[in-house]
């Protein structure tokens, strides 16, 4: 029996805001503990929350970019909950009125393209930390009433792959939105996980597990994976799944039951009564589509159309926003735009993935017109693709004119013929045996005095011309 695995995915999200959510403490990350609380998300009798209007806004244009319906009506909830990270003993969520429903996300399969539905998207904010020690367990408020968006998807994916690619395209629409930092290891970005298994062919759903605890993208496919074999070797042995919530250990590669749940919790949600209900009117949500940016997939289809990119090229490019921009104002001053790509998908990418620079410095890492100017050294015969590839790091690190730089390390390509033959006369007499192979036939062998000739003047011979220049030696001797 073939097994098919049923995932559904709840993200939450912190929204990039310069205050919490209903009060006017400050969002910033890693300050000292307990020093960004206030009466309100402390929750101190007499206190009156009030909403972030920033915070709608972003979570408004999240829920349009996932292609949601909009809520016209806006309420909060109480969802109550006794635990030491909750001041208040009840968090202000949204129940059964959420910010919007009904959105689908696209991602591509190795099948092709596959649509993700979003069930709902909601507001909420987020509770304190606890620090476990040895002797005692500290609590950190300041993370309490941190703006957080959920959104929780249908049970559409069937892997780990396709859930991976399902947050890589997420993240990259938030990113493209610029409303979230999406840093997972700050938890700026959390992903729990439903997961269930049933026969191939079956509609009705499996026991599930939930996953938590995933601190990577990485993570949470490398825990998807071990449930879905843990769940698979069960159902093999004919044991029944227990429904429960299993954390995901990093280091040893496995999840353990955290807790076994017999039954839903009892959130006594109630309508929050200090935050007034409210409408959103048409206008206002018709507005906020009109000023969506241009969205990832959007801008993927675009560029490969204009630039005659294939559409994998242009899914790189696009993944990040930084690297897209930076394509776009290179393309303008410079075709062919593929030659722009390759650089940035193969040494430049290489090269900021090494040295931990954020795609969003890229500009300032590599100024535009110092990278036009070095495709153009390569497309005048000045420069070869493979010295190129070495004053690169050089470019970089000084910002200097990649021509500048050729000149004083004396790199520039020989074009000279009669300079070219005196390299080649040397080679061609000291590889006599190579020459023969040539001249019966051997293709290879032709790569291999060329690769002399280019090791003879440290790369700086023009390739196409070496191989001409010897096609025709060989041909008039022999
Ligand atoms: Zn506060």
Redesign the pocket.
């Known amino acids: 029996m073939i097994y098919e695995a049923v995932i559904g995915l709840e993200v939450h999200v912190q929204l990039k805001t310069a205050t919490?959510a209903f009060?006017?403490?400050a969002t910033e990350f890693g300050l000292p503990a307990n020093t960004?609380?206030?009466?309100?998300?402390?929750g101190l009798p007499g206190t009156l929350p009030v909403l972030n209007k920033k915070f709608l806004e972003h979570g408004l244009r999240v829920a349009l970019a996932l292609n949601c319906t909009a809520a016209n009506y806006l309420k909060f909830d109480r969802k109550n909950y006794f635990y030491p990270d909750l001041p208040k003993d009840y968090q202000i969520s949204q129940y059964d009125k959420p910010l919007a429903v009904n959105g689908r996300l696209e991602i591509d399969t190795e099948t092709g393209k596959k649509e993700i539905r979003i069930l709902r998207v909601h507001m909420e904010e987020d509770a304190g930390k606890l620090i476990h020690s040895s002797s005692a367990s500290l609590v950190d408020y300041n993370r309490?009433?941190m703006p957080l968006l959920e959104i929780v998807s249908e049970p559409d994916l069937n892997s780990a792959a396709e859930t991976y690619e399902y947050l890589t395209q997420l993240k990259s629409i938030l990113e493209y939105l610029e409303v979230s930092d999406c840093d997972m290891e700050k938890g700026s970005l959390r992903c729990d996980a439903n997961i269930s298994l049933r026969p191939k062919g079956e509609t009705k759903l499996g026991v599930k597990t939930e996953l938590k605890n995933m601190n990577s993208f990485k993570g949470v496919r490398d825990a998807l994976n071990y449930e879905i074999s843990r769940q698979e070797k069960q159902l093999r042995a004919g044991t029944a799944i227990v429904q429960e919530t299993r954390l995901w250990n990093e280091e040893q590669q496995k999840t353990f039951t955290m807790r076994t749940k017999e039954e839903a919790h009892d959130y006594r949600y109630f309508p929050e009564p200090d935050l007034v209900p409210f409408t959103i009117s048409d206008e206002t949500i018709d507005a906020a589509i009109k000023a969506l940016p241009e969205l990832p997939q959007a801008k993927k289809q675009r560029l490969a159309r204009d630039y005659t990119l294939s559409e994998y090229d242009a899914g790189v490019i696009c993944a990040d926003k930084h690297i897209a921009l930076y394509f776009e104002e290179a393309a303008k001053h410079y075709s062919p735009a593929k030659n722009i790509c390759n650089w940035l998908m193969g040494d430049i990418m290489n090269y900021i993935n090494t040295h931990r620079i954020e795609t969003k410095a890229l500009k300032e890492t590599l100024a535009v017109k110092n990278l036009i100017a070095m495709l153009e050294l390569i497309d005048n015969n000045i420069i070869s693709g493979k010295i190129a590839k070495e004053i690169l790091p050089e470019i970089i690190k000084t910002g200097k004119d990649p021509e500048k730089i050729v000149q004083e390390k004396n790199l520039s390509q020989i074009s000279d013929t009669s300079q070219l033959e005196t390299f080649i006369d040397e080679v061609l007499r000291e590889q006599a045996q190579v020459v023969n192979d040539v001249r019966s036939g051997k293709e290879k062998a032709m790569m291999f005095l060329v690769g002399q000739v280019m090791k003879k003047t440290r790369g700086k011979a023009n390739p196409q011309m070496v191989n001409t220049i010897i096609k025709n030696k060989l041909e008039t001797n022999s």
């Open positions: 919490k009060c006017g403490c960004q609380t206030c009466p309100v998300c402390l309490c009433g």
